[in-house]
T-cell receptor, first 109, second 114 residues
Framework: KQEVTQIPAALSVPEGENLVLNCSFT??????LQWFRQDPGKGLTSLLL?????REQTSGRLNASLDKSSGRSTLYIAASQPGDSATYLCAVRRDDMRFGAGTRLTVKP | DTAVSQTPKYLVTQMGNDKSIKCEQN?????MYWYKQDSKKFLKIMFS???????INETVPNRFSPKSPDKAHLNLHINSLELGDSAVYFC?????????????FGQGTRLTVV
């Protein structure tokens, strides 16, 4: 059964810092990996999708990489802002879609 | 135009009652999911349906029964509700075997059992 782990569980940084969130998974037979953001009391917002054949995807200040063979993905956030404060979740998909426990990010002004 | 919509958004009910949560998607996806997010915020998959057929059924009490009348709908019926069922339930959809398409989530249903 696929296991997804996210490190760190929580992260607090001053505004303007670049940061990296990590996601690892145990079964490399995936269709894709998707990064989501969840604000308190809200649903999930999709940030980036990386197909299994891709190495990275970029959207604005966000860059996600995927190393399928080693079962790892990173989400890089450049020049962090207080509005980036949220929980970031990664999910890997094949027959189903399994999530890590998330990284709770706080960006301090 | 909401891609994945769940109703109701909030549900407060007494122990022992039976309740349903509805989910509809207008994306033409063939796979739908139900997730439970507990107080620790972990998203645990409950069910996965592809083309109206059950694909994944995690260790979920049989008081929970999903029903998919068509590919656009996946409803969740819960019998004999217990205090431990209190959580936020999310519905999602995707294309089952297409790695190049995103999964989308509904806004969640906050179930409180008293």
């Amino acid at each position: 059964k696929q296991e997804v782990t996210q490190i760190p569980a929580a992260l607090s940084v001053p505004e303007g810092e670049n940061l990296v969130l990590n996601c690892s998974f145990t079964d490399s037979a995936i269709y894709n990996l998707q990064w989501f953001r969840q604000d308190p009391g809200k649903g999930l917002t999709s940030l980036l999708l990386i197909q299994s054949s891709q190495r990275e995807q970029t959207s604005g200040r966000l860059n996600a990489s995927l190393d399928k063979s080693s079962g790892r993905s990173t989400l890089y956030i450049a020049a962090s802002q207080p509005g980036d404060s949220a929980t970031y979740l990664c999910a890997v998909r094949r027959d189903d879609m399994r999530f890590g426990a998330g990284t709770r990010l706080t960006v301090k002004p | 135009d909401t891609a994945v919509s769940q109703t109701p958004k909030y549900l407060v009910t007494q122990m022992g009652n039976d309740k349903s949560i509805k989910c509809e998607q207008n994306l033409g996806h063939d796979t739908m999911y139900w997730y439970k997010q507990d107080s620790k915020k972990f998203l645990k998959i409950m069910f996965s349906y592809n083309n109206k057929e059950l694909i994944i059924n995690e260790t979920v009490p049989n008081r929970f029964s999903p029903k998919s009348p068509d590919k656009a709908h996946l409803n969740l019926h819960i019998n004999s509700l217990e205090l431990g069922d209190s959580a936020v339930y999310f519905c999602a959809s995707s294309h089952g075997d297409r790695g190049n398409t995103e999964a989308f989530f509904g806004q969640g249903t906050r179930l409180t059992v008293v």
